[in-house]
């Protein structure tokens, strides 16, 4: 059966820094024998947990766990005792790695274990539980290895590769796409423990993972902008690039960054291709092994013209097996067909181009008998000079049902109202913010995300 990560059974070469966390390096051979140590003390077990700091000792627990083919769950490490309980014992880990298990990355182990079946776990990645406790979504090894394979058809990513990225490692940005694809294609792999902008200008790369947070940083420090000329790919995921910063790193860096679409329960579904057109706002075409659709609110699917919005439906090899211990939640997020509702609006155009609109519940505003996305405004009042942060919301309004609602970051040389016009001026009338509030910061979660339901 074929591997799961090639790299770590000598299918890549070898390198004494294939793999450096935070300024610590090692070769593939060193990984793979302490990943074989982490697998002798792992194996057997139902589930275990790693506590994911961005350190090697991360790398080799999630490696180990893999090789022995025991489910994993990653820990946010700075989850509260809250969060982490709720984590472990609804998973039924049985140990946590990197925290009551010392991972030491001295040991070595060369026991060969037997591929395990593609069906079988590879993780249990938990939600943000934004309506209740977070869910656990059970990823099959076969839908992580259709995720990095199509990724890599649509990149380019080969073992010729120099992965960096500085994300965090509890979540599909950085630890499937950039852990585990590292392993997979035998590219190298730094990650400098954090994503300062100077730590990706030094690194070198030919392949840079961010969130819009990350690219907007590297915008504001030009110089260490610059010295990404040399990349071959940036790759923005994880929330909407602004459109300002788009059109920055292109003048800074000289690319156009690729945007992707995905969600924990599908991994990467749609993305922009290393080969193709990129645009901002568009997140591309969807990936190998994997069909889209948009409908309307009774299920009918919408006319793909790139103009009509509606919930973004998907179906294929990346997908999750389901929600841990929640056939109810299960039940909600498929459709009769069996076609995973992603709860996003997006539109879908003739060449099979999606855009994303934003989040069903939170996204779209019913105002005056209009159904408004709130990220067109948002992109709308990012195009203004003085804003650098935006997020749109519905209120409850007595007339028009919902008012739409901007919360805004500025530099203090604009009025509400002066925004009010700006957006009228671009878009519909209908579509304008009847409500604008000047914040500090918008409140954002470890991947960038704004947190909307946050908002004042």
Request: charged share 25%.
């Given at each position: 059966m074929e591997r799961l990560l090639p790299a770590l059974a000598g299918g890549s070469g070898d390198r004494a820094d294939a793999v450096s966390v935070d300024g610590r390096a090692t070769s593939w051979e060193?990984?793979?024998?302490?990943?074989?140590?982490?697998?002798?003390?792992?194996?057997?077990?139902?589930v275990v947990a790693v506590l994911a700091t961005p350190s090697l000792e991360t790398v080799a627990a999630v490696a180990g766990a893999l090789a022995a083919g025991v489910p994993l769950v990653p820990v946010p490490p700075d989850s509260g005792p809250a969060e982490r309980a709720h984590l472990l014992r609804d998973s039924g880990a049985a140990l946590v790695l990197g925290d009551d298990v010392p991972v030491d990355l001295r040991r070595r182990s060369w026991t060969t274990y037997p591929e395990p079946a593609a069906g079988a776990t590879a993780l249990i990645l938990y939600t943000s539980g934004t309506t209740g406790p977070p869910k656990g979504a059970v990823i099959p090894r076969r839908a992580v290895a259709a995720c990095l394979d199509a990724l890599a058809d649509a990149w380019a990513w080969t073992a010729d590769d120099h992965l960096v990225h500085g994300l965090p490692l509890f979540h599909v940005h950085g630890l499937v796409l950039g852990v585990l694809g590292a392993l997979r294609h035998g590219s190298r792999l730094t990650h400098p423990g954090r994503p300062h902008p100077g730590r990706y200008a030094a690194a070198g790369g030919s392949l840079y993972f961010g969130v819009p947070t990350v690219w907007g940083?590297?915008?504001?420090?030009?110089?260490?902008?610059?010295?990404?000329?040399?990349?071959?790919?940036?790759?923005?995921?994880?929330?909407?690039?602004?459109?300002?910063?788009?059109?920055?790193?292109?003048?800074?860096?000289?690319?156009?960054?690729?945007?992707?679409?995905?969600?924990?329960?599908?991994?990467?579904?749609?993305?922009?291709?290393?080969?193709?057109?990129?645009?901002?706002?568009?997140?591309?075409?969807?990936?190998?092994?994997?069909?889209?659709?948009?409908?309307d609110d009774g299920g009918a699917v919408l006319p793909a013209d790139g103009a009509t919005p509606g919930e973004l439906q998907v179906t294929g090899a990346t997908l999750f097996d389901g929600y841990l211990g929640r056939p109810d939640a299960d039940a909600a997020s498929r459709t009769a067909d069996g076609w995973f509702r992603t709860g996003d609006v997006a539109t879908l155009d003739a060449g099979g181009r999606h855009r994303i609109v934003g989040r069903a519940s939170v996204d779209i505003v019913k105002s005056g008998?209009?159904?408004?996305?709130?990220?067109?405004?948002?992109?709308?009042?990012?195009?203004?000079?003085?804003?650098?942060?935006?997020?749109?919301?519905?209120?409850?309004?007595?007339?028009?049902?919902?008012?739409?609602?901007?919360?805004?970051?500025?530099?203090?040389?604009?009025?509400?109202?002066?925004?009010?016009?700006?957006?009228?001026?671009?878009?519909?009338?209908?579509?304008?913010?009847?409500?604008?509030?000047?914040?500090?910061?918008?409140?954002?979660?470890?991947?960038?995300?704004?947190?909307?339901t946050a908002l004042p």
């Open positions: 060193e990984l793979a024998g302490a990943a074989g140590a982490v697998a002798d003390r792992v194996a057997g077990a139902p940083r590297v915008c504001a420090d030009e110089a260490s902008a610059r010295a990404l000329r040399g990349a071959r790919l940036l790759v923005s995921g994880s929330a909407p690039l602004a459109t300002g910063d788009f059109a920055r790193l292109e003048a800074l860096t000289g690319h156009r960054p690729v945007e992707r679409y995905g969600m924990t329960e599908t991994l990467i579904t749609v993305s922009a291709r290393a080969d193709g057109e990129r645009r901002p706002g568009d997140v591309g075409l969807a990936l190998a092994g994997v069909r889209t659709r948009v409908v008998g209009f159904k408004i996305g709130a990220g067109e405004v948002e992109q709308a009042l990012l195009g203004h000079p003085a804003v650098s942060e935006a997020a749109v919301v519905g209120r409850p309004h007595p007339d028009l049902g919902e008012e739409v609602t901007a919360f805004v970051v500025t530099d203090g040389t604009v009025t509400p109202a002066a925004l009010t016009d700006f957006v009228a001026g671009t878009l519909s009338v209908h579509k304008r913010p009847r409500a604008v509030h000047l914040v500090d910061e918008l409140p954002r979660n470890a991947m960038g995300k704004v947190v909307k």
